[in-house]
Protein backbone atom coordinates (compact mmCIF):
# COMPACT_ATOMS: atom_id res chain seq x y z
CA UNK A 1 0.00 0.00 0.00
CA UNK A 2 2.35 2.36 0.79
CA UNK A 3 4.89 1.92 -2.09
CA UNK A 4 1.08 2.47 -4.17
CA UNK A 5 1.25 5.90 -2.38
CA UNK A 6 4.63 7.01 -2.22
CA UNK A 7 4.35 6.76 -6.52
CA UNK A 8 1.45 9.64 -6.12
CA UNK A 9 2.61 11.82 -2.77
CA UNK A 10 5.77 12.58 -0.96
CA UNK A 11 6.59 10.59 1.69
CA UNK A 12 6.06 13.60 4.20
CA UNK A 13 2.12 13.34 3.18
CA UNK A 14 1.62 10.17 4.31
CA UNK A 15 0.63 11.08 7.77
CA UNK A 16 -1.55 13.08 6.28
CA UNK A 17 -3.21 10.33 3.99
CA UNK A 18 -4.06 7.73 6.77
CA UNK A 19 -4.97 10.63 9.15
CA UNK A 20 -7.78 12.01 6.92
CA UNK A 21 -8.77 8.57 5.52
CA UNK A 22 -9.17 7.49 8.99
CA UNK A 23 -11.14 10.88 9.99
CA UNK A 24 -13.28 10.67 6.87
CA UNK A 25 -14.26 6.93 7.79
CA UNK A 26 -15.01 7.69 11.36
CA UNK A 27 -16.82 11.00 10.34
CA UNK A 28 -19.05 8.99 8.19
CA UNK A 29 -20.96 7.46 10.99
CA UNK A 30 -20.44 10.05 13.53
CA UNK A 31 -23.41 11.72 12.96
CA UNK A 32 -25.37 8.34 13.14
CA UNK A 33 -24.12 7.12 16.21
CA UNK A 34 -24.17 10.63 18.26
CA UNK A 35 -27.53 12.00 16.27
CA UNK A 36 -25.52 15.63 17.51
CA UNK A 37 -26.29 18.73 15.62
CA UNK A 38 -23.30 19.48 15.65
CA UNK A 39 -22.12 16.76 14.09
CA UNK A 40 -23.82 17.08 11.16
CA UNK A 41 -22.46 20.33 10.42
CA UNK A 42 -18.96 18.02 9.95
CA UNK A 43 -20.33 14.72 9.27
CA UNK A 44 -22.70 13.67 6.03
CA UNK A 45 -26.60 13.27 6.96
CA UNK A 46 -27.45 11.40 4.58
CA UNK A 47 -25.90 9.69 1.31
CA UNK A 48 -25.60 12.41 -0.85
CA UNK A 49 -22.87 13.22 -2.72
CA UNK A 50 -22.12 16.87 -1.44
CA UNK A 51 -22.10 15.38 2.27
CA UNK A 52 -19.57 13.25 1.38
CA UNK A 53 -17.51 15.64 0.59
CA UNK A 54 -17.14 16.53 4.14
CA UNK A 55 -15.48 13.07 4.61
CA UNK A 56 -12.42 14.66 2.72
CA UNK A 57 -12.96 18.83 3.38
CA UNK A 58 -13.03 19.03 6.94
CA UNK A 59 -10.50 15.84 8.29
CA UNK A 60 -7.97 17.67 5.39
CA UNK A 61 -8.65 21.01 6.87
CA UNK A 62 -8.11 19.76 10.40
CA UNK A 63 -4.97 18.73 9.38
CA UNK A 64 -3.53 21.33 7.69
CA UNK A 65 -4.52 23.55 10.95
CA UNK A 66 -2.41 21.29 12.80
CA UNK A 67 0.65 20.91 10.30
CA UNK A 68 0.51 25.00 10.31
CA UNK A 69 0.53 24.92 14.31
CA UNK A 70 3.45 22.55 13.97
CA UNK A 71 5.53 23.79 11.62
CA UNK A 72 4.40 27.56 11.14
CA UNK A 73 5.21 27.68 7.29
CA UNK A 74 4.27 31.14 5.64
CA UNK A 75 1.12 31.49 6.37
CA UNK A 76 -0.91 32.97 2.77
CA UNK A 77 0.31 30.43 0.70
CA UNK A 78 -0.28 27.69 2.81
CA UNK A 79 -3.53 27.99 3.36
CA UNK A 80 -4.31 29.24 -0.48
CA UNK A 81 -2.56 26.06 -1.97
CA UNK A 82 -4.52 23.90 0.36
CA UNK A 83 -7.51 25.46 -0.34
CA UNK A 84 -7.17 25.02 -4.53
CA UNK A 85 -5.76 21.46 -3.21
CA UNK A 86 -8.79 19.87 -1.46
CA UNK A 87 -11.56 21.65 -4.28
CA UNK A 88 -9.41 19.65 -6.69
CA UNK A 89 -9.63 16.87 -4.71
CA UNK A 90 -13.45 17.04 -4.28
CA UNK A 91 -14.09 18.05 -7.58
CA UNK A 92 -12.23 14.47 -8.46
CA UNK A 93 -14.64 12.89 -6.28
CA UNK A 94 -17.63 14.48 -7.58
CA UNK A 95 -16.37 13.67 -11.20
CA UNK A 96 -15.36 10.30 -10.34
CA UNK A 97 -18.41 9.06 -8.94
CA UNK A 98 -20.61 10.30 -11.19
CA UNK A 99 -18.30 9.35 -14.41
CA UNK A 100 -18.19 5.35 -13.10
CA UNK A 101 -22.23 5.24 -11.55
CA UNK A 102 -23.33 7.05 -15.04
CA UNK A 103 -21.27 4.07 -17.08
CA UNK A 104 -22.27 0.84 -14.25
CA UNK A 105 -26.01 2.42 -13.99
CA UNK A 106 -25.80 2.32 -9.91
CA UNK A 107 -22.81 2.94 -6.85
CA UNK A 108 -20.80 -0.10 -5.05
CA UNK A 109 -19.58 0.71 -2.01
CA UNK A 110 -15.91 -0.55 -2.84
CA UNK A 111 -16.39 1.63 -5.76
CA UNK A 112 -17.29 4.69 -3.59
CA UNK A 113 -14.63 3.98 -0.84
CA UNK A 114 -11.72 4.27 -3.46
CA UNK A 115 -13.16 7.17 -4.83
CA UNK A 116 -12.76 8.63 -1.50
CA UNK A 117 -9.68 7.49 -1.03
CA UNK A 118 -8.08 9.04 -4.73
CA UNK A 119 -9.68 11.98 -3.48
CA UNK A 120 -7.39 11.70 -0.66
CA UNK A 121 -4.47 11.26 -2.81
CA UNK A 122 -4.80 13.96 -5.77
CA UNK A 123 -5.57 16.54 -2.98
CA UNK A 124 -2.03 15.59 -1.47
CA UNK A 125 -1.03 15.11 -4.79
CA UNK A 126 -1.90 18.31 -6.12
CA UNK A 127 -0.37 21.17 -3.16
CA UNK A 128 3.38 20.98 -4.80
CA UNK A 129 1.79 21.01 -8.12
CA UNK A 130 -0.47 24.57 -7.46
CA UNK A 131 2.79 25.65 -5.45
CA UNK A 132 4.55 25.64 -8.88
CA UNK A 133 1.93 26.93 -11.14
CA UNK A 134 1.26 29.77 -9.12
CA UNK A 135 3.94 31.28 -7.34
CA UNK A 136 2.02 34.45 -6.57
CA UNK A 137 -0.83 34.22 -3.85
CA UNK A 138 -4.10 36.81 -3.22
CA UNK A 139 -4.21 38.45 -0.37
CA UNK A 140 -4.97 36.43 3.00
CA UNK A 141 -8.42 38.19 3.79
CA UNK A 142 -9.40 36.34 -0.12
CA UNK A 143 -7.89 33.04 0.95
CA UNK A 144 -9.75 33.55 4.43
CA UNK A 145 -12.90 34.31 3.14
CA UNK A 146 -12.38 31.73 0.08
CA UNK A 147 -11.97 29.02 3.42
CA UNK A 148 -15.19 30.88 5.36
CA UNK A 149 -17.47 30.63 2.47
CA UNK A 150 -16.33 26.87 1.19
CA UNK A 151 -17.48 26.09 5.50
CA UNK A 152 -20.39 28.05 5.25
CA UNK A 153 -21.56 26.30 2.02
CA UNK A 154 -21.47 22.86 3.81
CA UNK A 155 -22.81 24.15 6.56
CA UNK A 156 -25.86 26.60 4.81
CA UNK A 157 -26.60 23.19 2.06
CA UNK A 158 -26.45 20.80 4.82
CA UNK A 159 -29.53 22.56 6.34
CA UNK A 160 -30.93 23.70 2.88
CA UNK A 161 -29.92 21.17 0.10
CA UNK A 162 -30.88 22.56 -2.98
CA UNK A 163 -32.97 20.41 -5.56
CA UNK A 164 -30.32 18.96 -7.90
CA UNK A 165 -28.64 15.55 -8.33
CA UNK A 166 -25.29 17.03 -6.46
CA UNK A 167 -27.61 16.90 -2.83
CA UNK A 168 -29.79 13.42 -3.68
CA UNK A 169 -30.07 10.64 -0.76
CA UNK A 170 -27.94 7.26 -3.20
CA UNK A 171 -28.90 5.37 -0.09
Do not use: Q
Amino acid sequence: MTHILSKCIARKDMPAFFFIAAAGTLNHFLYEWTGSALAAFFCPVNESVWEHLKLLFFPFLFWSIWNYICKKPIISPYFFYRLLAVLYGMLSIVMLFYTYTGMIGRNFLVLDILTFLLGILITLHMIPRLTKRFPSVPSAEAIYTAWVAVILCFFIFTCFPPDIPLFYSYA
